[in-house]
């Protein structure tokens, strides 16, 4: 089983910036992917970015330019800068793992349980 532990969100004012991490731990023999979602009130979530222990990532047309995502291999750890801030970026945020407890076993798809972020205009 893999736990993840969400920090960093708040209020910040419009354009302003905080960083989201997003700490897993248990049984992990790997990492693959590694991002962040987005849910806004009455609104389904939406992709974020990620990025693949290949090293591909994945953004968001709506947060390019101003969100950035990376990874800390040793601390099992995936980050996300964001700058720039808007009021339409409010929602809550939710990270997302997949990991192998052993080498040959099944990849498992893990959330986090959602930090809220909120930008005042």
């Known amino acids: 089983q893999v736990q993840l532990v969400e920090s960093g969100g708040g209020l910040v004012q419009a354009g302003g910036s905080l960083r989201l991490s997003c700490a897993a731990s248990g049984s992990i023999f790997s990492l693959n992917v590694m991002g962040w979602y987005r849910q806004a009130p009455g609104k389904l979530r939406e992709l974020v970015a990620v990025t693949t222990s290949g090293g591909s990532t994945t953004v968001a047309d709506p947060v390019k330019g101003r969100f950035t995502i990376s990874r800390d291999i040793d601390k099992n750890t995936v980050y996300l800068q964001m700058n720039s801030l808007k009021p339409e970026d409010t929602a809550v945020y939710f990270c997302?793992?997949?990991?192998?407890?052993?080498?040959?076993?099944?990849?498992?798809?893990?959330w986090g349980q959602g930090t809220q972020v909120t930008v005042s205009s």
């Open positions: 997302r793992i997949t990991a192998r407890a052993r080498e040959f076993s099944p990849e498992y798809d893990y």
